[in-house]
């Protein structure tokens, strides 16, 4: 430790020069903008190597955790082919029409870049346009949903997730299907505040909030978040303090869901509704 | 020179970099800046940091001035830093002892020496920065040589008007 000091003392000359220099060019490459484009141009390639790099690092050390929640949810969706299997076979004399395309379609993709600590978080993912992705498609993962795909290029998508403050969703509570929205505060990362929730309705710690399948974007009942805390914070309505269900810091794999019937529905709507 | 006759002559190259120098246009070739002159004639005694913070701040407010905000900074700040050395290679040993850097000033062949290395890295550090490429090097060369004779040009003037009589 003492050398180190003694170190530092001979050289604070040459050590101070160089952390004036990097302020100076810091600087420049903040406030002009030839220079800045210049180094974001090269910082790209670097930095888009070393992130890959680390990436596939960390994906590494979190393979177990990785194969458990896929485990849990391949469980899931074998009960739930069971179900529908067990339904066919009552009904398979019955005259039901069977749909030949399915409702919603699941498409896998994996985040390559996101923010948490800023009120306007965004998530990129590595599908886009040529994977079959259209903007406002909703994006989950097998914990709960993250956001809807904002903006897209070939091979990349923009997603808002449910943490910035301009992301609201339609969310109901589960065991009374009473619905509000949901929206961040912009303040801490894993929890998020359901509002317009009449005052009258009982909701208690613990109660799972899914989203209400209304805004055709999200399909019902997926998990959202599990209520924090109740607040009656005006004299209406409730604010409700939900724990969101996806940790935001750890996604890695998500899926965005296709619905298939959206213009369909939206179409025969606008006819309709806004006549 | 005491304290009182350099906070003068940095008073005035500085004012005379922003109000006039700056607004002389000779061309892309010709990078004019004899504010760095304040630098070379800071007393002998100044050095470690309090050195390094003049330069680094006086390229910055000619930076604010310019509106290239931290590329003078880099510069003067490398100016600066070398100074130490640059002293000492280019004086004798007795001179470096005279603690008063003023009389050092009134030899031209050292002040000559002195200003035309300090001008020249002064000017490679401003010119590759600005450029921020090694792409088209020949032409940084050529604002490198130019801005350096046209530099020591004001900078000579300046001296022999204000400096040398003092």
């Given at each position: 430790?003492?050398?180190?000091?003694?170190?530092?003392?001979?050289?604070?000359?040459?050590?101070?020069?160089?952390?004036?220099?990097?302020?100076?060019?810091?600087?420049?490459?903040?406030?002009?903008?030839?220079?800045?484009?210049?180094?974001?141009?090269?910082?790209?390639?670097?930095?888009?190597?070393?992130?890959?790099?680390?990436?596939?690092?960390?994906?590494?050390?979190?393979?177990?955790?990785?194969?458990?929640?896929?485990?849990?949810?391949?469980?899931?969706?074998?009960?739930?082919?069971?179900?529908?299997?067990?339904?066919?076979?009552?009904?398979?004399?019955?005259?039901?029409?069977?749909?030949?395309?399915?409702?919603?379609?699941?498409?896998?993709?994996?985040?390559?870049?996101?923010?948490?600590?800023?009120?306007?978080?965004?998530?990129?993912?590595?599908?886009?346009?040529?994977?079959?992705?259209?903007?406002?498609?909703?994006v989950c993962t097998p914990e709960g949903i993250v956001?809807?795909?904002?903006?897209?290029?070939?091979?990349?998508?923009?997603?808002?997730?449910l943490?910035?403050?301009?992301?609201?969703?339609?969310a109901?509570?589960?065991?009374?299907?009473?619905?509000?929205?949901?929206?961040?505060?912009?303040?801490?990362?894993?929890?998020?505040?359901?509002?317009?929730?009449?005052?009258?309705?009982?909701?208690?710690?613990?109660?799972t909030i899914v989203t209400?399948?209304?805004?055709?974007?999200f399909?019902?009942?997926i998990v959202v978040g599990y209520?924090?805390?109740?607040?009656?914070?005006?004299?209406?309505?409730?604010?409700?303090?939900v724990k969101l269900a996806v940790d935001f810091?750890?996604i890695?794999?998500?899926?965005?869901?296709?619905?298939?019937?959206?213009?369909?529905?939206?179409?025969?709507?606008?006819?309709?509704?806004?006549? | 020179?005491?304290?009182?006759?350099?906070?003068?002559?940095?008073?005035?190259?500085?004012?005379?970099?922003?109000?006039?120098?700056?607004?002389?246009?000779?061309?892309?070739?010709?990078?004019?800046?004899?504010?760095?002159?304040?630098?070379?004639?800071?007393?002998?005694?100044?050095?470690?940091?309090?050195?390094?913070?003049?330069?680094?701040?006086?390229?910055?407010?000619?930076?604010?001035?310019?509106?290239?905000?931290?590329?003078?900074?880099?510069?003067?700040?490398?100016?600066?830093?070398?100074?130490?050395?640059?002293?000492?290679?280019?004086?004798?040993?007795?001179?470096?002892?005279?603690?008063?850097?003023?009389?050092?000033?009134?030899?031209?062949?050292?002040?000559?020496?002195?200003?035309?290395?300090?001008?020249?890295?002064?000017?490679?550090?401003?010119?590759?920065?600005?450029?921020?490429?090694?792409?088209?090097?020949?032409?940084?060369?050529?604002?490198?040589?130019?801005?350096?004779?046209?530099?020591?040009?004001?900078?000579?003037?300046?001296?022999?008007?204000?400096?040398?009589?003092?």
């Amino acid at each position: 430790m003492k050398e180190i000091i003694k170190l530092i003392l001979k050289y604070h000359f040459t050590i101070i020069f160089i952390l004036l220099e990097i302020v100076s060019f810091s600087l420049i490459i903040r406030h002009n903008e030839y220079q800045r484009a210049i180094f974001s141009e090269s910082a790209a390639t670097l930095f888009g190597n070393i992130s890959s790099t680390i990436t596939s690092i960390k994906d590494y050390f979190r393979l177990k955790e990785m194969n458990e929640s896929l485990a849990k949810e391949n469980i899931l969706l074998k009960n739930r082919l069971e179900k529908y299997e067990l339904s066919r076979d009552t009904i398979i004399h019955g005259t039901i029409i069977q749909d030949s395309i399915p409702v919603y379609e699941y498409i896998g993709a994996k985040q390559v870049n996101a923010t948490y600590n800023r009120t306007k978080n965004y998530i990129t993912l590595n599908r886009g346009r040529k994977s079959g992705l259209q903007k406002e498609m909703a994006v989950c993962t097998p914990e709960g949903i993250v956001g809807l795909i904002q903006d897209l290029s070939d091979h990349f998508a923009v997603v808002i997730p449910l943490i910035n403050v301009d992301a609201r969703i339609s969310a109901k509570i589960k065991k009374n299907n009473y619905y509000g929205s949901l929206q961040w505060d912009g303040n801490d990362y894993s929890y998020s505040y359901l509002n317009d929730i009449p005052y009258h309705v009982e909701v208690n710690a613990g109660d799972t909030i899914v989203t209400s399948g209304l805004s055709k974007i999200f399909p019902e009942g997926i998990v959202v978040g599990y209520v924090e805390s109740v607040d009656k914070e005006t004299a209406n309505f409730l604010k409700i303090k939900v724990k969101l269900a996806v940790d935001f810091k750890r996604i890695n794999h998500v899926y965005v869901i296709l619905n298939n019937n959206k213009n369909e529905q939206t179409s025969l709507e606008a006819i309709n509704y806004y006549e | 020179m005491n304290n009182i006759s350099y906070f003068i002559h940095l008073l005035i190259l500085s004012l005379l970099q922003i109000v006039i120098v700056d607004n002389i246009h000779l061309g892309s070739y010709f990078y004019l800046n004899i504010y760095i002159l304040a630098l070379y004639i800071l007393p002998y005694k100044m050095k470690g940091i309090p050195l390094l913070l003049s330069g680094f701040f006086l390229g910055l407010v000619m930076d604010l001035a310019d509106n290239t905000v931290g590329i003078h900074a880099a510069a003067s700040t490398f100016i600066v830093y070398i100074r130490p050395r640059l002293l000492q290679l280019t004086s004798t040993r007795e001179e470096i002892d005279d603690t008063h850097g003023g009389q050092g000033l009134t030899d031209v062949r050292w002040f000559l020496k002195y200003t035309f290395v300090s001008t020249l890295l002064f000017n490679v550090v401003l010119i590759l920065t600005e450029a921020f490429t090694f792409n088209d090097i020949l032409i940084s060369i050529i604002r490198i040589i130019l801005s350096t004779f046209i530099s020591m040009l004001f900078m000579l003037l300046y001296y022999f008007i204000g400096i040398k009589k003092v």
